[in-house]
């Protein structure tokens, strides 16, 4: 049976992130990348919006506001280093109605305390210099947002970590992780076709998968990942009319739990439209009818679910009606670009979310780790039980937070 040093499991970009980081802080480790499925970034990473953000949302001196703008200085690094191609696209928040004047001028001083580079604010007509189909009263414009293709960045993370002397297991969907007869390596790691590895040290980035992997440990059942299915729309190809240049943002509403819908520009040149957000029946599930038994008990059964639900309840109503009507969706969005047209979009992709949830009913939005501390397998599994958005963006910055913190629990 094969022996290694740490097995990560998850191929994400934040799991692909920590094993390159971990291996190369400590070359003389024998590390492992464990993925179940047949390719790298094929969840939440590949189906994600592809936006790098510039940290205008977060609250100032907070973790996230410090990672998101650390994360984005090192991606752009990151791929002039590496030849990877991006696009600062920029970014405009707009305001559409007077009464988020208030939130917007609120948002704004927030960035600049974060440092947001080159931070503006836009009037009616600067908007439309910046983007001439869209309309609105004022907005904020943060030029240096920009957009990469996350699953490609994540896979040249993977061939990083391999240069480093890494290795990358494919269709290992890691199930069970026991106590092994072999005191150096005292971590079994079974996969769900008895495919096995032992290790002397496990760090877990499950993503959707993150509270399954902690509890197959004996970890709390809580904070639960709650998957949020994101149904996007596509502008045809024949809507030159339409020209987006940049993401188009709203302001968010505290009120409500997610964003809004949002223009967005591709790296392959198409503009994605929305998303909505809609609890999904299935982790992994990204049509509209994508269902998995196991997994919808597993909401009816989560109190902290049903008291998310009650409290947004007409919000969650909205949702689910855009989720099946184009014309609900095409109507929102009109409201910062009025020339739209239902002719003018498709159906387009899907992501899902996992939304880490307290049993209160409360989104988790601050980082969870939980380590293993009882038992054979005390101080020797990691668990990355929720690396909140902007996650991609801070894909770099939060590895060194994990290994730092894997350090620490393993005594490296």
């Given at each position: ?167 990358i297991a494919l269709n290992f ?101 929305g998303p909505n957000a809609v ?134």
């Open positions: 049976m094969q022996k290694v040093d740490c097995l990560i499991v998850g191929g994400g970009i934040v799991g692909v992130a920590v094993a390159r980081n971990l291996q190369s802080v400590f070359s003389h480790l024998k590390c492992l990348l464990v993925e179940k499925e047949d390719i790298l970034a094929k969840h939440q990473t590949g189906h994600n919006s592809g936006v790098i953000h510039a940290g205008v949302y977060y609250k100032p001196d907070s973790l996230k506001a410090k990672l998101c703008i650390e994360g984005l200085k090192r991606i752009y690094e990151y791929c002039d280093e590496n030849h990877l191609p991006y696009r600062k696209c920029g970014k405009i928040i707009v305001a559409v109605e007077r009464d988020q004047l208030g939130r917007l001028d609120d948002l704004y001083e927030r960035a600049k305390q974060n440092g947001v580079q080159d931070i503006r604010m836009l009037d009616s007509n600067q908007i439309r210099e910046i983007e001439p189909n869209c309309r609105g009263i004022r907005a904020i414009h943060s030029p240096h947002t920009g957009i990469v293709d996350y699953g490609l960045l994540c896979r040249h993370f993977g061939k990083s970590f391999e240069q480093l002397g890494g290795r969907e890691a199930d069970k992780f026991l106590p092994s007869d072999d005191p150096s390596y005292p971590i079994l790691v079974q996969s769900t076709t008895n495919s096995s590895f032992l290790s002397r040290y496990v760090i877990t980035c499950g993503g959707l998968q993150a509270d399954q992997l902690a509890m197959a440990c004996g970890g709390s059942k809580n904070p639960t990942i709650v998957p949020f299915r994101g149904d996007y729309l596509k502008l045809k190809e024949n809507t030159e009319k339409l020209k987006i240049n940049g993401n188009i943002y709203p302001v968010p509403d505290p009120k409500f739990p997610f964003l809004g819908v949002h223009f967005t520009p591709r790296m392959d040149g198409s503009v994605w439209l609890l999904s029946m299935k982790r992994e599930g990204y049509g509209l009818f994508d269902l998995n038994l196991r997994d919808s008990m597993d909401h009816v059964l989560n109190s902290g679910l049903r008291k998310l639900a009650w409290k947004h309840l007409s919000y969650g109503l909205g949702e689910m009606r855009r989720a099946y009507s184009l014309k609900a969706t095409v109507r929102e969005l009109q409201k910062f670009v009025p020339a739209l047209a239902v002719s003018d979009v498709e159906r387009g992709p899907s992501g899902v979310r996992a939304q880490a949830l307290s049993a209160d009913g409360n989104l988790v939005e601050d980082f969870v780790f939980e380590t293993v501390n009882t038992g054979d397998l005390k101080n020797r599994i990691l668990h990355v039980r929720n690396a909140p958005s902007p996650a991609a963006t801070s894909s770099l910055p939060i590895a060194d937070m994990v290994v730092a913190k894997a350090k620490e629990c393993f005594n490296l």
